[in-house]
């Protein structure tokens, strides 16, 4: 049974990518409400910028009836504060997302005693994913047709100066 509690899932989505969607699908099967907050992170010269993120990740939640998009900057726990939030959901991929999420969520936590960090780990088939890979894929011309939504495909096509997606995906994009 689904808890009351409102979840944040803080982060860059530059794009949002299949592996994002899957830790906000199983978020909302835990939490009342899950609370996307687009980061808006001016040391990052983003592809896209942090409305259009909101809207991509709107879209590509529509189906979902206890999702929220928002953006935000400043203090990850303020903002969870601010929204009544006790929890920040994050994905963990790989050792190194390890280390990183784990000092990031003590360095939350002497921020604020009462916010709980809560880590989901990667689905197997997206345990590789992020908008990096995305991103790199499509500037080279290949397809991420499997690694986003279709419209966010588009858009990202449209960045890179492609029509349409490759005819072949890229089955390997660790090793591009
Ligand atoms: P950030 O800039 O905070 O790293 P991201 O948008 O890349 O933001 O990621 C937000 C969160 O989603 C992070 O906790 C990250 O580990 C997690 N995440 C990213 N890609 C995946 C994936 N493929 N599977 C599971 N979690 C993921």
Redesign the pocket.
């Known amino acids: 049974m689904r808890s009351s509690v409102t979840a944040i899932?803080?982060?860059?989505?530059?794009p949002?990518?299949?592996?994002?969607l899957?830790?906000i699908e199983r978020g909302c099967q835990l939490f009342g409400t899950v609370i996307v907050a687009v980061?808006t992170?001016p040391n990052?010269t983003p592809l896209f910028p942090s409305e259009r993120r909101v809207e991509q990740i709107a879209n590509s939640t529509a189906h979902l009836g206890n999702v929220e998009v928002d953006r935000f900057d400043g203090l990850t726990v303020d903002y969870a504060k601010a929204h009544n939030a006790k929890v920040l959901?994050?994905?963990?991929?790989v050792l190194s997302?390890f280390e990183?999420?784990l000092q990031m969520a003590h360095t939350n936590k002497t921020l604020s005693a009462t916010t709980e960090t809560v880590?989901?780990?990667?689905?197997n088939e997206?345990?590789?994913?992020?908008?990096?890979v995305v991103k790199e894929i499509a500037r080279f011309g290949g397809s991420v047709d499997h690694l986003v939504p279709p419209s966010v495909a588009r858009e990202i096509y449209h960045c890179y100066g492609q029509a349409t997606a490759a005819s072949i995906p890229t089955k390997h994009p660790g090793n591009l």
């Open positions: 899932y803080p982060g860059s989505f530059d949002i990518t299949f592996g994002h899957d830790i980061v992170n990052k959901l994050r994905g963990l991929r997302d990183m999420e880590f989901l780990a990667a689905s997206y345990s590789f994913l992020s908008s990096s």
